[in-house]
């Protein structure tokens, strides 16, 4: 008699395992919980983002665009000594994101460091008590912080915008369980298991009995499949759910779904069980974007409606700034590639477009910010507020009339 081993919740782990050309790292919400630890009084954390497709490097080389960087940065640090660890980090850094971290094939680069001992004599050497980087599957927009805690603004953005993904891939005996994430895909190593039937005679009297055990055996294979569904997905959070395998096990496999799981199926598609990981994220890809430009539409067509109705949504980039310092943001939503200067309050970090040298709100002297946008996006962040890049070229016309920015507001 076949068995099913259904592991408890706590043993279910991701695994990223196969040859990805691509080249990419897995950020997940543990990467952000071990990224958010990295707190000093004392010692300052290295937090560096670099826009790495192609085109971009064309247009402006990695490295002039990083010396941009550090020279900003290191005009923003008033203590000498501070000033001058950083400047060795910044030299140390370089070089290594050109010897080993630049890799090209990825279309981001974000990488943190700690500096544990500095050697500011002679030839400078740093040894990092902590070094920690990722190869992005989306390019980050270009950010050096030296601060007490790592910049993870860039990183929230792209998995507040990338939804998980359950991936079921199947056939008729077996099933195996992936997880498709900021364009990877991982494997959940959990028991595998046979559900093969028992022998009866396929011919004569047996015949009838045979087809009739197989279809059995079929029907509690996919419920077996569901139950698996329902307790990974639940568990790890998928937003959709796509289902692949062979011959007619995609579609019998939906149809066996609650309506909650049928709800977020986004496709089916055909490949085998023995299938690579680079096959299984390829295959799952276009359903997914598909899936979020959808979703990105339904999200503007919400907030255009509330504008109709003058009711719980702001548009326009002042409107939305006021909304952000009163904490009323919900859901930011602005066209990618959207940018604008402005000014920030040091006191109260309130963000405006206007040539005010006082803050409306605090007091507090207000300085210049090359881009309020993305000022607005870490705060957005900070207030547990969601934030969706429009990035469909359709779904970007929807967002011109209303000045390319706007919110839905939580009350």
């Known amino acids: 008699m076949s068995t099913v081993t259904i592991l408890p919740e706590d043993e279910l782990q991701l695994s990223l395992l196969g040859d990805d050309e691509r080249g990419y790292d897995f950020v997940t919400g543990e990467t952000i919980k071990q990224l958010q ?66 890799r090209p094939q990825a279309r981001g680069l974000a990488l943190f460091a700690v500096p544990e001992r500095i050697s500011l004599k002679g030839k400078h050497k740093v040894k990092y008590s902590t070094f920690i980087h990722y190869h992005l599957p989306e390019p980050p927009q270009d950010t050096l912080l030296w601060d007490k805690t790592a910049e993870l603004t860039p990183l929230l953005l792209q998995m507040d915008e990338h939804e998980p993904t359950g991936v079921v891939l199947a056939d008729g005996q077996h099933g195996r369980f992936f997880l498709y994430y900021l364009g990877e895909a991982a494997e959940y190593t959990i028991s595998e298991w046979d559900d093969v039937a028992q022998r009866t005679r396929a011919v004569g009297l047996g015949a009838h009995n045979h087809e009739q055990w197989l279809a059995e055996q079929r029907k509690r294979h996919l419920r077996h499949l569901v139950s698996f569904i329902e307790k990974i997905g639940e568990q790890a959070g998928w937003r959709w759910l796509a289902i692949g395998g062979v011959d007619q096990i995609p579609e019998e496999l939906s149809q066996e779904l609650p309506q909650t799981w049928q709800d977020k199926l986004i496709g089916t598609f055909t490949l085998p ?69 402005g000014r920030e309050c040091q006191q109260c970090h309130a963000l405006t477009t206007t040539e005010e040298e006082i803050c409306p709100y605090c007091g507090g002297a207000m300085i210049h910010v090359t881009d309020i946008v993305n000022t607005a996006v870490t705060q957005v962040f900070g207030q547990n507020g969601r934030v969706e890049i429009v990035r469909d070229p359709d779904n970007l016309l929807f967002m011109r009339p209303y000045g390319n920015i706007g919110a839905i507001l939580r009350f």
């Open 273 to 341: 069980l023995e299938t690579n990981y680079n096959q299984v994220r390829d295959a799952v890809a276009p359903l997914v974007q598909a899936a979020e430009a959808q979703a990105e539409k339904e999200t503007l067509e919400t907030w255009i409606g509330y504008l109709g109705q003058k009711s719980k949504a702001v548009s326009g980039l002042e409107e939305t700034l006021q909304s952000l310092q009163q904490g009323r943001i919900q859901t930011l939503l602005t066209a990618a590639g959207y940018t604008h200067d």
């Open 37 to 102: 630890g990295l707190s000093f009084p004392e010692a300052r954390i290295f937090s560096l983002y670099l826009d790495m497709t192609p085109e971009r490097l064309k247009d402006a080389p990695w490295s002039t665009r990083y010396d941009h960087l550090v020279e900003n940065m290191r005009a923003q640090i008033e203590d000498k000594d501070s000033r001058k660890m950083f400047d060795v980090v910044a030299e140390n850094i370089k070089e290594l994101v050109r010897k080993e971290y630049g």
